[in-house]
């Protein structure tokens, strides 16, 4: 069910991955942006729309826009990302897929590139997106597909066992790029305001300097003026 969805594309779950802290430039308002958007269109297009943030900068961008589509809030309170963090999200994934309550899934999360560059991005989750054709390969043939492999258990039992955990995996890998690209916005943020400050301490000094010297200058143009009118 995970690869194929329900069939319909009327409920769309949007999955908003941020950070708890700001000080960090444009990183949660460029995620939150890309996924506002997202919502937007699919309202246009009159499908309905449902929010589940991870992290509650998200969740207070949107709060005043799109408050009502906000299922709920999962805040992220560990220091250290593990898998156990993002398992309970994939299960709540999960569990409101089951008794259909959306038809298409979407994480938003910012990927990242360098310290100084991170891409939002929109990754599809159920349903699964069918691999990407390369270059060479056939029209309508999957890279691979001549090989003959042999599954125990079948493979149904195998997707079985994969597909969910895959689901938390995805997440997972989101929160992992959100530490890594927080961090380096962070650094980035904090490095352009020592800059600012520090250009801003020597224009207010070369000020000072200025509006000392000609305070002293006028006192000596006084000082001469009285001396010689005596």
Known sequence: ???RGTGGDNTHLLILATGERGLCGAFNGSITRLCRDAAFRL?????????LCIGKKGADMLRRQLGEHIIEVVEIT???????????IGAKVLELFR???????TLFFSRFQS???????????????????????????????????????????????LLPRNISVQVFRAL??????????RMSAMDNATRNAGDMIKKQTLLYNRS???????????????AEAL
């Open 99 to 105: 008794p259909g309550e959306f038809d298409v899934a």
């Open 43 to 51: 309202k246009r297009e009159g499908k309905q729309v449902k929010i």
């Open 115 to 161: 310290v100084i560059s991170q891409v939002p991005t929109a990754l599809q989750l159920i349903p699964l997106p069918p691999p990407e054709k390369k270059d060479g390969d056939a029209v309508g043939k999957a890279p691979g597909s001549d090989a003959v492999y042999e599954y125990e258990p079948d493979e149904e039992a195998i997707l079985d066992a």
């Open 1 to 3: 069910a995970l690869l």
């Open 176 to 185: 992992l790029e959100n530490a890594a690209s927080e961090q380096g916005a």
């Open 212 to 226: 000392r010297q000609a305070l002293i200058t006028k006192e000596l143009i006084e000082i001469i003026s009285g």
């Open 78 to 88: 560990a220091k250290q990302l593990h898998y156990a963090v993002a398992e309970p």
